[in-house]
């Protein structure tokens, strides 16, 4: 692919990105993605030929931009609770921004229902693999004597998703940005209660 075929995908998938988290995936038309790219109908289906494709592409661009994030979160945080608490602040800095509106697999999950079973798919793998990432550095924090030995990390793992994916919901229907701060305590009490038998 050359420079210039390259430019015009990016393009058309950072103004897909930025309208699907403003609009949501379901209220953004490929005409409207089309005119704000500036790109021909005809190059926008070279290399998008459904908005199956560009939304699943989505997806993935938002993965791999998560995934950075909570690297970057885990190198910095001495233990799980300074990794929540950044974790949180970065959440926190999001909402401040008019345009963030929520998780976007969440988002685009929920809009789809089960009509696009390939972006179904992705946000599926998207979870899962944040699941993991949580479960492995959990599992490292184990080994330090942060969580309790006895603890299943992949079940921790799920709980502290799940915590997540719960403040922000909590936030979207409420608009209290205070619900983002009930996770650090949320997953204070999930670590805690995960050594009792």
Not at 102 to 109: K, L
Not at 143 to 165: C, H, M, V, W
Not at 177 to 197: H, Q, R
Request: some cysteine; aromatic content about 8%; overall charge positive.
């Amino acid at each position: 692919m050359s420079t210039k075929e390259k430019g015009v995908k990016d393009r058309i998938l950072e103004t897909a990105v930025r309208l699907f988290q403003t609009q949501g995936y379901g209220n953004t038309g490929i005409n409207q993605i089309i005119q704000e790219s500036q790109t021909a109908k005809a190059s926008f289906y070279d290399y998008y030929p459904s908005k199956d494709l560009l939304g699943k592409a989505y997806i993935e661009f938002y993965g791999r931009e998560q995934l950075i994030l909570l690297e970057k979160l885990q190198s910095r945080s001495e233990n799980a609770r300074d990794f929540i608490l950044a974790w949180t602040h970065i959440l926190r800095r999001q909402t401040r921004n008019s345009e963030f509106a929520g998780c976007p697999m969440a988002n685009t999950a929920a809009q789809i229902a089960s009509t696009s079973p390939s972006i179904s798919e992705e946000v599926k793998k998207l979870a899962l693999r944040t699941v993991d990432f949580l479960s492995i550095y959990l599992k490292e924090r184990q080994k330090k004597g942060q969580i309790p030995k006895n603890a299943d990390t992949q079940s921790l793992a799920r709980k502290i998703f799940a915590s997540y994916e719960g403040v922000l919901q909590i936030w979207k229907l409420t608009g209290k940005i205070s619900a983002l701060d009930d996770l650090p305590e949320m997953v204070d009490a999930i670590i805690k209660s995960s050594g009792k038998k």
